[in-house]
Protein backbone atom coordinates (compact mmCIF):
# COMPACT_ATOMS: atom_id res chain seq x y z
CA UNK A 1 0.00 0.00 0.00
CA UNK A 2 2.63 2.59 0.90
CA UNK A 3 4.82 1.95 -2.26
CA UNK A 4 1.49 2.56 -4.50
CA UNK A 5 1.12 5.34 -3.16
CA UNK A 6 4.71 6.51 -3.76
CA UNK A 7 4.17 5.08 -7.18
CA UNK A 8 1.63 7.31 -7.30
CA UNK A 9 3.31 10.26 -6.27
CA UNK A 10 5.91 10.02 -8.51
CA UNK A 11 4.12 9.53 -11.52
CA UNK A 12 2.06 12.39 -10.57
CA UNK A 13 5.16 14.18 -10.44
CA UNK A 14 6.75 13.15 -13.55
CA UNK A 15 2.83 13.91 -15.37
CA UNK A 16 3.18 17.29 -14.39
CA UNK A 17 7.12 17.84 -15.38
CA UNK A 18 5.90 17.27 -18.78
CA UNK A 19 2.95 19.21 -18.55
CA UNK A 20 4.18 22.15 -17.37
CA UNK A 21 7.57 23.97 -18.54
CA UNK A 22 7.46 24.65 -22.63
CA UNK A 23 4.26 23.74 -24.11
CA UNK A 24 3.51 23.58 -27.96
CA UNK A 25 -0.10 26.10 -27.13
CA UNK A 26 -1.06 27.24 -24.29
CA UNK A 27 -4.77 27.86 -24.46
CA UNK A 28 -4.89 23.48 -24.01
CA UNK A 29 -3.67 24.31 -20.36
CA UNK A 30 -6.62 24.35 -18.08
CA UNK A 31 -5.67 25.23 -14.71
CA UNK A 32 -3.70 28.05 -13.44
CA UNK A 33 -0.58 26.85 -11.86
CA UNK A 34 0.02 24.40 -14.85
CA UNK A 35 -0.23 27.72 -17.17
CA UNK A 36 1.68 29.90 -14.89
CA UNK A 37 4.80 28.05 -15.14
CA UNK A 38 4.47 26.98 -19.15
CA UNK A 39 6.09 28.95 -21.91
CA UNK A 40 6.72 28.38 -25.61
CA UNK A 41 8.65 29.33 -28.15
CA UNK A 42 7.70 32.34 -30.26
CA UNK A 43 10.39 33.27 -33.35
CA UNK A 44 13.32 31.20 -30.78
CA UNK A 45 12.23 33.64 -27.91
CA UNK A 46 10.55 32.00 -24.77
CA UNK A 47 7.43 33.14 -24.12
CA UNK A 48 5.36 32.55 -21.11
CA UNK A 49 2.02 31.45 -21.52
CA UNK A 50 -0.89 33.72 -18.94
CA UNK A 51 -3.68 32.92 -16.79
CA UNK A 52 -6.26 34.95 -17.68
CA UNK A 53 -8.76 35.22 -13.99
CA UNK A 54 -11.81 36.74 -15.01
CA UNK A 55 -12.23 33.95 -18.13
CA UNK A 56 -10.26 31.22 -16.34
CA UNK A 57 -8.60 30.30 -19.05
CA UNK A 58 -5.23 29.82 -20.45
CA UNK A 59 -3.21 31.74 -23.18
CA UNK A 60 -0.17 32.80 -24.78
CA UNK A 61 1.84 36.23 -24.09
CA UNK A 62 -0.46 38.65 -25.43
CA UNK A 63 -4.05 37.59 -24.72
CA UNK A 64 -6.34 38.67 -21.77
CA UNK A 65 -8.20 41.92 -22.55
CA UNK A 66 -6.12 44.53 -22.00
CA UNK A 67 -6.70 46.27 -18.11
CA UNK A 68 -8.01 42.81 -17.17
CA UNK A 69 -5.81 40.42 -14.29
CA UNK A 70 -3.86 37.71 -15.20
CA UNK A 71 -1.30 35.53 -13.96
CA UNK A 72 2.30 34.82 -15.19
CA UNK A 73 5.21 33.46 -14.12
CA UNK A 74 4.52 32.59 -10.79
CA UNK A 75 1.98 30.63 -9.50
CA UNK A 76 1.94 31.92 -6.32
CA UNK A 77 -0.52 34.53 -7.35
CA UNK A 78 -3.04 31.51 -8.94
CA UNK A 79 -6.25 31.73 -6.37
CA UNK A 80 -6.60 29.79 -3.81
CA UNK A 81 -9.98 28.70 -3.05
CA UNK A 82 -11.40 30.11 0.45
CA UNK A 83 -12.64 27.37 2.20
CA UNK A 84 -11.93 27.64 5.89
CA UNK A 85 -12.65 25.49 8.63
CA UNK A 86 -15.25 25.29 10.72
CA UNK A 87 -14.23 28.21 13.56
CA UNK A 88 -12.24 29.76 11.48
CA UNK A 89 -14.41 31.87 8.73
CA UNK A 90 -13.82 35.73 9.14
CA UNK A 91 -17.30 37.27 10.09
CA UNK A 92 -18.36 40.84 10.17
CA UNK A 93 -18.96 40.73 14.04
CA UNK A 94 -14.96 38.73 14.78
CA UNK A 95 -13.74 41.97 12.62
CA UNK A 96 -15.34 44.38 15.16
CA UNK A 97 -14.23 42.38 17.92
CA UNK A 98 -10.67 42.56 17.05
CA UNK A 99 -10.89 46.19 15.66
CA UNK A 100 -11.78 47.26 19.48
CA UNK A 101 -8.71 45.60 20.53
CA UNK A 102 -6.71 47.57 17.42
CA UNK A 103 -8.13 50.85 18.28
CA UNK A 104 -8.04 50.29 21.96
CA UNK A 105 -4.18 50.90 21.57
CA UNK A 106 -4.81 54.69 20.50
CA UNK A 107 -6.22 55.50 24.09
CA UNK A 108 -4.21 57.12 26.78
CA UNK A 109 -6.10 55.11 28.97
CA UNK A 110 -6.06 51.85 27.12
CA UNK A 111 -7.57 50.24 30.48
CA UNK A 112 -10.49 52.75 30.70
CA UNK A 113 -11.37 51.96 26.60
CA UNK A 114 -11.07 48.12 26.86
CA UNK A 115 -13.42 48.50 29.77
CA UNK A 116 -15.98 49.84 27.67
CA UNK A 117 -15.29 48.08 24.32
CA UNK A 118 -14.19 44.70 25.44
CA UNK A 119 -14.83 44.48 29.37
CA UNK A 120 -13.79 40.72 28.80
CA UNK A 121 -10.35 41.99 28.24
CA UNK A 122 -8.12 42.90 30.67
CA UNK A 123 -4.40 44.65 29.85
CA UNK A 124 -1.30 43.44 30.37
CA UNK A 125 1.33 45.91 29.86
CA UNK A 126 1.89 48.74 26.70
CA UNK A 127 5.08 49.90 25.26
CA UNK A 128 5.50 53.46 23.59
CA UNK A 129 9.08 54.38 21.72
CA UNK A 130 10.32 56.19 19.35
CA UNK A 131 10.13 53.95 15.93
CA UNK A 132 12.26 56.64 13.56
CA UNK A 133 14.82 59.29 13.95
CA UNK A 134 12.20 61.57 13.72
CA UNK A 135 10.57 61.56 17.26
CA UNK A 136 7.29 59.75 16.08
CA UNK A 137 6.36 57.12 18.75
CA UNK A 138 5.25 53.64 18.08
CA UNK A 139 2.54 52.21 20.62
CA UNK A 140 2.09 48.22 21.46
CA UNK A 141 0.09 46.45 24.05
CA UNK A 142 -0.21 43.32 25.46
CA UNK A 143 -3.75 41.47 26.72
CA UNK A 144 -5.85 38.79 27.71
CA UNK A 145 -9.30 37.51 27.96
CA UNK A 146 -10.38 34.59 30.29
CA UNK A 147 -13.16 34.28 28.70
CA UNK A 148 -12.18 34.09 24.76
CA UNK A 149 -9.08 32.38 26.14
CA UNK A 150 -6.90 34.66 24.36
CA UNK A 151 -4.08 37.02 24.29
CA UNK A 152 -3.76 40.10 22.53
CA UNK A 153 -0.99 41.91 20.88
CA UNK A 154 -2.31 44.74 19.19
CA UNK A 155 -0.37 47.65 17.56
CA UNK A 156 -0.94 51.59 17.04
CA UNK A 157 1.74 52.20 14.31
CA UNK A 158 2.84 55.75 14.58
CA UNK A 159 1.73 59.19 15.39
CA UNK A 160 2.08 61.63 12.00
CA UNK A 161 -0.86 62.47 10.49
CA UNK A 162 -2.11 60.32 7.76
CA UNK A 163 -1.17 63.05 5.18
CA UNK A 164 2.54 62.18 5.84
CA UNK A 165 1.79 58.63 6.45
CA UNK A 166 0.30 58.62 2.70
CA UNK A 167 3.59 60.62 1.40
CA UNK A 168 6.08 58.25 3.61
CA UNK A 169 4.26 55.22 1.42
CA UNK A 170 4.46 57.35 -1.69
CA UNK A 171 8.16 57.68 -1.21
CA UNK A 172 9.03 54.40 -0.34
CA UNK A 173 7.34 52.93 -3.94
CA UNK A 174 10.52 54.91 -5.63
CA UNK A 175 12.88 52.87 -3.82
CA UNK A 176 11.11 49.34 -5.35
CA UNK A 177 13.55 46.57 -4.11
CA UNK A 178 16.00 47.98 -1.53
CA UNK A 179 13.82 46.00 1.04
CA UNK A 180 15.33 45.34 4.77
CA UNK A 181 16.05 41.37 4.96
CA UNK A 182 13.15 39.64 7.27
CA UNK A 183 13.34 36.01 8.63
CA UNK A 184 14.46 34.52 5.62
CA UNK A 185 17.11 35.43 2.55
CA UNK A 186 14.73 36.41 0.21
CA UNK A 187 11.99 38.05 1.94
CA UNK A 188 12.12 41.74 2.49
CA UNK A 189 10.03 44.63 4.35
CA UNK A 190 10.13 48.53 4.41
CA UNK A 191 13.12 49.73 6.06
CA UNK A 192 10.80 52.03 7.80
CA UNK A 193 8.55 49.06 9.49
CA UNK A 194 11.41 46.74 10.28
CA UNK A 195 13.19 49.22 12.37
CA UNK A 196 9.77 50.15 13.99
CA UNK A 197 9.35 46.69 14.43
CA UNK A 198 12.59 45.81 16.70
CA UNK A 199 12.13 49.44 18.21
CA UNK A 200 9.28 48.36 19.70
CA UNK A 201 8.30 44.65 20.09
CA UNK A 202 11.82 42.97 20.32
CA UNK A 203 14.17 46.18 22.00
CA UNK A 204 11.36 47.24 24.39
CA UNK A 205 10.88 43.79 25.95
CA UNK A 206 7.35 43.70 24.29
CA UNK A 207 8.57 40.10 23.30
CA UNK A 208 10.18 38.55 26.20
CA UNK A 209 6.47 39.65 27.99
CA UNK A 210 4.37 38.07 25.13
CA UNK A 211 6.50 34.76 25.77
CA UNK A 212 5.69 35.15 29.48
CA UNK A 213 1.79 35.14 29.04
CA UNK A 214 2.12 32.56 26.22
CA UNK A 215 3.73 30.04 29.01
CA UNK A 216 1.19 30.72 31.64
CA UNK A 217 -1.55 30.59 29.39
CA UNK A 218 -0.50 27.54 27.06
CA UNK A 219 -4.19 26.85 25.54
CA UNK A 220 -4.71 30.44 24.70
CA UNK A 221 -4.98 31.71 21.14
CA UNK A 222 -2.65 34.84 20.37
CA UNK A 223 -4.71 37.08 18.65
CA UNK A 224 -2.54 40.31 16.53
CA UNK A 225 -4.40 42.86 15.18
CA UNK A 226 -3.36 46.68 14.30
CA UNK A 227 -4.31 49.04 11.69
CA UNK A 228 -2.39 50.94 8.71
CA UNK A 229 1.54 50.65 10.04
CA UNK A 230 0.30 48.50 12.84
CA UNK A 231 -1.62 46.04 11.02
CA UNK A 232 2.17 46.06 9.23
CA UNK A 233 4.00 45.47 12.56
CA UNK A 234 1.19 42.70 13.42
CA UNK A 235 2.18 40.65 10.41
CA UNK A 236 5.96 40.93 10.95
CA UNK A 237 5.39 39.59 14.49
CA UNK A 238 3.21 37.00 13.83
CA UNK A 239 5.63 35.85 10.91
CA UNK A 240 8.47 36.10 13.68
CA UNK A 241 6.79 34.25 16.14
CA UNK A 242 6.81 31.51 13.42
CA UNK A 243 10.13 31.42 12.23
CA UNK A 244 11.56 31.62 15.64
CA UNK A 245 9.80 28.39 16.76
CA UNK A 246 8.41 30.36 19.38
CA UNK A 247 4.56 29.37 18.97
CA UNK A 248 2.60 26.75 17.25
CA UNK A 249 1.67 28.67 13.89
CA UNK A 250 -1.92 26.89 14.62
CA UNK A 251 -2.02 29.19 18.11
CA UNK A 252 -2.15 32.50 15.96
CA UNK A 253 -5.09 35.08 14.90
CA UNK A 254 -3.88 37.84 12.46
CA UNK A 255 -6.37 40.21 11.70
CA UNK A 256 -5.25 43.35 10.07
CA UNK A 257 -7.06 46.41 9.32
CA UNK A 258 -5.86 48.64 6.56
CA UNK A 259 -2.55 47.56 6.04
CA UNK A 260 -0.04 48.69 3.38
CA UNK A 261 1.92 46.40 1.47
CA UNK A 262 4.54 45.56 4.08
CA UNK A 263 6.87 43.42 1.98
CA UNK A 264 8.07 41.84 -1.17
CA UNK A 265 6.91 38.81 -2.82
CA UNK A 266 8.58 36.60 -0.98
CA UNK A 267 7.68 38.13 2.25
CA UNK A 268 3.76 37.65 1.01
CA UNK A 269 4.65 33.61 0.63
CA UNK A 270 6.01 32.86 3.65
CA UNK A 271 3.65 34.84 5.40
CA UNK A 272 1.32 32.24 3.46
CA UNK A 273 3.57 28.98 4.40
CA UNK A 274 3.51 30.07 8.17
CA UNK A 275 0.69 31.78 9.45
CA UNK A 276 -2.34 29.38 8.31
CA UNK A 277 -5.30 31.93 10.28
CA UNK A 278 -4.81 35.60 8.41
CA UNK A 279 -6.89 38.42 7.29
CA UNK A 280 -6.33 41.36 5.99
CA UNK A 281 -9.37 43.74 6.24
CA UNK A 282 -9.74 46.32 3.65
CA UNK A 283 -12.42 49.29 3.33
CA UNK A 284 -13.46 49.88 -0.16
CA UNK A 285 -10.60 52.31 -1.35
CA UNK A 286 -8.35 52.82 1.12
CA UNK A 287 -5.48 54.20 -0.59
CA UNK A 288 -2.51 53.30 1.96
CA UNK A 289 -3.62 49.55 1.56
CA UNK A 290 -2.45 50.18 -2.00
CA UNK A 291 0.90 51.12 -0.81
CA UNK A 292 4.00 51.22 -2.25
CA UNK A 293 2.13 50.24 -5.52
CA UNK A 294 2.82 46.85 -7.01
CA UNK A 295 4.51 47.50 -10.78
CA UNK A 296 1.86 45.95 -13.70
CA UNK A 297 3.56 42.37 -13.52
CA UNK A 298 4.05 42.65 -18.19
CA UNK A 299 6.61 45.34 -17.05
CA UNK A 300 8.87 43.56 -14.88
CA UNK A 301 11.66 41.48 -15.47
CA UNK A 302 12.19 38.31 -13.41
CA UNK A 303 14.49 39.95 -10.77
CA UNK A 304 12.31 43.14 -10.40
CA UNK A 305 9.22 40.70 -10.24
CA UNK A 306 10.57 39.34 -6.94
CA UNK A 307 11.29 42.51 -5.63
CA UNK A 308 7.96 44.27 -6.00
CA UNK A 309 5.78 45.06 -3.18
CA UNK A 310 3.10 42.36 -2.81
CA UNK A 311 0.22 41.79 -0.61
CA UNK A 312 -0.64 38.05 1.05
CA UNK A 313 -3.98 36.35 1.07
CA UNK A 314 -6.87 36.69 2.37
CA UNK A 315 -8.05 40.16 2.13
CA UNK A 316 -11.51 40.85 3.57
CA UNK A 317 -12.75 43.83 1.24
CA UNK A 318 -16.09 45.57 1.84
CA UNK A 319 -17.11 47.05 -1.04
CA UNK A 320 -19.67 49.99 1.38
CA UNK A 321 -19.56 52.09 4.26
CA UNK A 322 -18.72 49.47 6.51
CA UNK A 323 -22.48 49.38 8.53
CA UNK A 324 -22.59 46.49 10.69
CA UNK A 325 -23.58 42.85 9.40
CA UNK A 326 -22.74 44.33 5.81
CA UNK A 327 -20.96 42.00 3.14
CA UNK A 328 -17.66 41.01 2.21
CA UNK A 329 -15.70 39.63 -0.23
CA UNK A 330 -12.62 36.97 0.44
CA UNK A 331 -10.20 37.63 -2.36
CA UNK A 332 -8.53 34.11 -3.66
CA UNK A 333 -5.44 35.71 -5.35
CA UNK A 334 -2.76 36.84 -3.40
CA UNK A 335 -2.78 40.40 -4.37
CA UNK A 336 -5.62 42.92 -4.49
CA UNK A 337 -5.80 44.31 -7.99
CA UNK A 338 -7.88 41.60 -9.41
CA UNK A 339 -10.75 41.46 -6.54
CA UNK A 340 -11.02 45.79 -6.19
CA UNK A 341 -10.47 48.67 -8.10
CA UNK A 342 -6.92 49.61 -7.25
CA UNK A 343 -7.19 52.36 -9.07
CA UNK A 344 -9.55 54.65 -6.73
CA UNK A 345 -8.49 55.82 -3.94
CA UNK A 346 -10.33 57.81 -0.89
CA UNK A 347 -8.16 58.65 2.49
CA UNK A 348 -11.48 58.82 4.44
CA UNK A 349 -11.52 55.33 3.83
CA UNK A 350 -8.52 54.64 5.98
CA UNK A 351 -9.56 56.02 9.00
CA UNK A 352 -13.46 54.79 9.35
CA UNK A 353 -13.17 51.31 9.48
CA UNK A 354 -16.69 50.11 10.91
CA UNK A 355 -17.86 53.60 10.26
CA UNK A 356 -15.77 54.71 13.34
CA UNK A 357 -13.95 57.84 13.87
CA UNK A 358 -10.84 56.40 15.51
CA UNK A 359 -9.96 59.68 16.86
CA UNK A 360 -13.64 60.65 17.89
CA UNK A 361 -14.31 57.08 19.34
CA UNK A 362 -11.48 56.96 21.60
CA UNK A 363 -12.45 60.59 22.98
CA UNK A 364 -15.56 59.44 23.33
CA UNK A 365 -14.53 56.74 25.94
CA UNK A 366 -14.48 53.67 23.50
CA UNK A 367 -18.46 53.11 23.19
CA UNK A 368 -19.18 49.10 22.91
CA UNK A 369 -22.53 50.10 21.03
CA UNK A 370 -21.02 52.33 18.46
CA UNK A 371 -18.73 49.35 17.25
CA UNK A 372 -19.82 45.65 18.52
C1 LIG B 1 -7.69 54.89 33.66
O1 LIG B 1 -9.03 54.47 33.74
C2 LIG B 1 -9.31 53.65 34.87
C3 LIG B 1 -10.70 53.10 34.71
O2 LIG B 1 -11.60 54.06 34.24
C4 LIG B 1 -9.08 54.43 36.13
O3 LIG B 1 -9.34 53.64 37.26
C5 LIG B 1 -7.63 54.92 36.15
O4 LIG B 1 -7.42 55.75 37.25
C6 LIG B 1 -7.27 55.67 34.88
N1 LIG B 1 -5.86 55.91 34.84
C7 LIG B 1 -5.34 57.10 34.59
C8 LIG B 1 -3.85 57.18 34.62
O5 LIG B 1 -6.01 58.08 34.37
Redesign the pocket.
Known amino acids: MFFRIILLFSSFLIYFQVSAGNVVVCKDIKDCKTCAESYIHVLGFKEECRWCIESKSCGGPYSCPIGKPFIQKDPFKCPIPYRPASGKRYTDALGRSIYAVAIAVRDK?I??CL?NVRPDITLTKSYEVECDGAGNLCKGLLAKSEEAKAIYVSYKGSTFGKQVFAELLHGLTAQLGAWEKFESTEAGVITYFHTAFYRLFIDSGMKDDLLELMKKHKNYRVWLTGHSLGGSLATMTSLHLVKAGEIDKNRIRLITFGEPRTGNLAFAKEVEDNVPFRYRVVKKNDPVTNMPAATPLNMLTTSLYNRQPLHYRYMVHYNGPMFKGESFKVCEVSDDSACRNVALSDISDHTTYFQIDQDDFVKNGCPRNELI
Open positions: NTSG
